[in-house]
């Protein structure tokens, strides 16, 4: 996922960010459950991967 117009010696923070963003997506999935309970949880998870996925085809037709 590295540049390739980057100085070699840039440290590359991609895993470090998705590690941060599934932490951050924990614990935001059980706040949610405690206040509203599984169904919300359930209906956000469906729509974060429904997002994930249009990002996917977006940006994988654009490098076609």
């Not at 923070?13 to 206040?35: P, Y």
């Not at 169904?39 to 996917?56: F, G, K, Q, Y």
């Amino acid at each position: 996922m590295r540049d390739p117009e980057l100085p070699a010696n840039m440290p590359d923070f991609f895993t470090a960010a998705i590690t941060f963003a599934g932490i951050n997506l924990m614990w935001i999935f059980f706040v949610v459950w405690v206040m509203y309970g599984m169904v919300p949880v359930m209906v956000l998870a469906v729509l974060i991967n429904h997002l994930i996925t249009r990002l996917d085809i977006r940006l994988n037709t654009r490098k076609a």
